[in-house]
């Protein structure tokens, strides 16, 4: 299962990657049929079906025997999902394997995985290296934020690198970043042992992979983006977001409290609590606040400009 790199140098590193689903079996299949694709192939897949009542238990296996799969009851969310395919690593697998986080409507291009272990291998073990994500569902194919540059942490001020940008106009250089988001990122193992895993309590489904890179970052990690390495998404599954689909009242205050909407009081609370630096955490949050209610009411006209890009 070994396969020449980019570099042209036989690369031994296993990378585990690890894929939380629920009732989603047309994108795990999507998905899937993009890793069997991966000119890399010393990878290990495992899937944490989160309780799905779609039929893809069943399906995964009786058509993908070669992925390890692990349950949930529908409560474990992403974090929790990503950490039980985690314990089950750091059991089965090497401290110098890799571990790729993956959402499970993501495909990637061919020599994406490859792209990735090339990159992480030219470094040194404290780096952690996402994908580009972008938007399948757009002709264009614009950039999806894959990370953050944080500008000012007691202004909240950040920059996402490209997004909105079209695949083909962004520069092939690495981009260092101070937050990663979980879509298609390739770390070290080792750093699940020695930091530790994603915050389920806090954060089951949003900001969880924020808050986590935030960790790696303080423990002395360099977070890239490598804009070679292609991820194919599609930001209207992302759940209750104003600024990717157009949501009606009902939405708007259901998203306060689900746990799908990145509008969540209590978790924009936690995460200005937890992920600033001290002295920027109350600025941070009341800012936080003050922009959801912006994106509330500017989200409807985000989302037609969006899709009068397609």
Known sequence: ?????????????VVWIIIPVHNRLSETKKCLEAIYCQTYRNYRTIIVDDGSTDGTRAWIETFASNVKLLHGDG???????????????????????????????VQMEPDTLERLVTFSGKKDELTVVSALCVDRALTRRPV????????????????????????IDVPNDPISVDLLNGRCVLHPLRAFSSIGLYNRDRFPQYGGDNEFSRRLAINGYSLFILPTAVANGESSLTGLNP?????????????????KSVNNLKIRFWYALVVPPWYAKPTFMLISY???FVQIFMGNIIYSNRVNLK
């Not at 999806?144 to 950040?158: K, Q």
Request: with cysteine.
């Open 1 to 13: 299962m070994n396969s020449v790199g980019l570099s042209g140098v036989c690369n031994q590193r």
């Open 75 to 105: 409560n474990l969310w992403w974090s929790g999902a990503t950490n039980e395919g985690l314990r089950y690593v750091l059991l089965h697998g090497g401290l110098d394997d890799y571990v790729l986080t993956l959402n499970d409507d």
């Open 144 to 167: 999806i934020s894959s990370g953050v540059v944080v500008r000012s942490w007691i202004l909240n001020w950040n920059r996402h690198p490209f997004v909105g940008v079209s695949l």
């Open 243 to 259: 600024g990717t689909r157009r949501l009606n009242l009902k939405e708007i205050l259901l998203s306060f409290s689900s746990l």
């Open 290 to 292: 003050l922009k959801l």
